[in-house]
Every structure is written in C-alpha cells, then in structure tokens.
C-alpha cells in the first residue's frame, strides 16, 4: 500500500512538473512574440524617424539653394525668378548610406493659379455679369485642361462654387454652393468659408469631379493664402492660354500658347510689357490682366520622397522667402 501510495505521488508530481514546464514554454512563446512585435516596431519607428531627418535635411538644401538665388539676383538690375536658375532644374536622385534614395524638387508656387484669387463676387454692369481678371483667368483655364473640354458655362459654374467655398459670406452665387447645398450631401458637411488652406479642399467643392482634381492639381495653388503675382517666366503652356483680353472668356489657342513658350525659351521676357507687346496681344485689352502678372516669386513648393529599406515617406514643404531669408511656412505628407 506504501509503495502504491509512492507511485501516486510521483506520478502526480510529474504531472505538475509536465503542467509547469507547459506554462513556462507558452510563457516564454508569448514573450518572444512581444518582444519580437516590440523589437519591429521599435525598428519601424527608427526608421521612420531616419527617414523624416532626410527630408528635413534636403529641405534646408532647397533654403539654402533659395538664398543663393537671391544673394544671386541681388547683384541684378533686373532680378527674376525663372526656369533657368538653378533651384529649378531638375535633380538626380540622391543616394544614402544605407542603400535608399532621395529625391527632390523646387517649383515657384507663383507659376500656378492661385485659388484663393476666386473669393471675390463677380458684378453684374447693364445685366452683363462681370467678372474680376483672376476669375475670367479660371475660367479660361478651365476650358483649357479637360477633356472633353468644359463650355463657358460649366466653367463658370465650376469658378462660382470654389468662389463661394471660399468667400465669407452664406449667400450662394447664381451658380455656386453654400451651406445648404453641402448640407443635403451624404454626409452632410458645411462650406469652409474662409481661404483655403490646402489644394486638396478642392474635392469637396460642387462641380469637382475626380477628373477634373487630377487635371487641376498640377496647375493651382493656395500659397500665399493673400494672392499675389503670376510669374510669366515659370508658368506651365496651359496658363499662356489665360492671358486672353479683359473681358473674353474664350482661351489663347494651343498655337498661340506655344508661340509664347517658344518666346520664353528661346528669347526670354525681360518683363511684363515685353511679353505683352508680342503680336499675340495686338488689338486686346489687357489692362486688368496685365495687373495680376509679375516676374518674380516668394513662395516655393518643396518636394522630398525617400526610399529606405522598405519604407517610403514624401514631404511636402511650403517656403517662403523674404530677401535672403528663407523660412517654412507649413509642412505636409501629401500636397500643399
């Protein structure tokens, strides 16, 4: 009976033992498997972190870039921003120590339509609705970059929405939006009534379309959110084709437009009358018009993607440059 009590308690202590060993191992499973979760995004966070300094890094290059422009053109009778400087060529792909690659790149944000030129209410003269240069410049190009092409009037429709999304006022243009149009939308969301402050505030507007973001975003901007000129020596061919007379709504030709570019490239504009004086104008009025252009920039866009290991992040840099200071207004992964 003592021997059977014996083989009783062994077999019982053994089974504890087999019992603790169990929990032990699923212990010790469980703990690696945090720790491996730990210890990858511990890597992760590193990484990122690595890769944010990048692109911190090659934005005070772009500052630095900017200020030797203007350090540069300070020695000019006639300083100008064009495509010729250095800060806008394009650049090759930088690559890091660690086998990743970085790019980037600088563009004049006054070679863009500024959106925030819309806010103001167009006026009606003998019944004859009239609108500011600024807003006949939008609607010009909005002809000019669809496809099929918007007529006038879908374009004016489109140039009095943003115009509402962004003036102060609750009161809807004759062809705009305001709160109670967004109000009816699934879901319902409210006009934003203020400048904007992002380009991308663009696909929540009526007569948006997905296409028509796409074919805008490379051509407009919200920088300065107080509009200022647009620099004729850094605009894209489309918005050679807004610079129509005071008062047609109608575009420059495609032919016109590259007669223009040519002109630039290959003889460059001294300054805004000498742009103007090409035959292209003759006969035109372009007084107001004439108003709204410039040759030179103080705000930049720039762009940074990296590329290490097996991330990838992009930054988005909006620069302001005053004299021979360059400092960043805002910062952002996806664009400005």
Not at 129 to 135: E, H
Request: aromatic residues 8%; contains cysteine.
């Amino acid at each position: 009976m003592t021997q059977s009590k014996s083989n009783t308690q062994s077999g019982a202590a053994l089974i504890l033992a087999m019992l603790i060993f169990t929990v032990c191992a699923a212990l010790l499973v469980a703990t690696q498997k945090f720790y491996s979760i730990f210890y990858q995004k511990t890597a992760n966070a590193i990484i990122r972190e690595q890769a944010y300094e990048y692109l911190l890094g090659a934005e005070e290059l772009a500052a630095l870039a900017l200020m030797l422009d203007a350090r540069k053109d300070s020695t000019l009778e006639q300083p100008r921003d064009d495509l010729r400087e250095f800060w806008a060529q394009a650049t090759m792909p930088y690559t890091l120590d660690e086998g990743g690659v970085l790019f980037g790149s600088i563009e004049d944000l006054s070679g863009r339509f500024n959106l925030n030129h819309l806010a103001h209410n167009s006026i009606s003269q003998a019944g004859v609705k009239k609108f500011s240069s600024p807003q006949e410049q939008f609607i010009r190009l909005l002809q000019c970059v669809t496809s099929p092409p918007l007529s006038v009037s879908q374009a004016i429709e489109v140039t009095e929405a943003i115009g509402d999304w962004i003036d102060a006022d609750d009161e809807p243009r004759s062809s705009g939006a305001e709160d109670m149009w967004y109000g009816g939308q699934q879901p319902p969301y409210r006009a934003a009534n203020r400048s904007m402050a992002s380009v991308s505030e663009l696909r929540l507007v009526r007569h948006i379309t997905p296409q028509l973001y796409e074919q805008l975003l490379p051509l407009v901007t919200v920088w300065p959110r107080k509009p200022g000129l647009i620099n004729i020596h850094t605009i894209a061919q489309p918005l050679f084709r807004t610079f129509n007379g005071d008062g047609n709504l109608d575009p420059l030709s495609e032919e016109d437009a590259r007669v223009l570019i040519t002109e630039r490239r290959d003889v460059g504009f001294n300054d805004v009358d000498s742009m103007l004086e090409n035959p292209i104008f003759h006969g035109k009025s372009v007084s107001e018009l004439k108003s709204f252009l410039g040759t030179s920039t103080k705000y930049f866009r720039f762009s940074a993607n990296v590329e290490l290991q097996s991330l990838e992040m992009d930054m988005y840099s909006i620069l302001e440059r005053s004299g021979q200071r360059v400092g960043t207004l805002s910062r952002a992964s996806i664009p400005l």
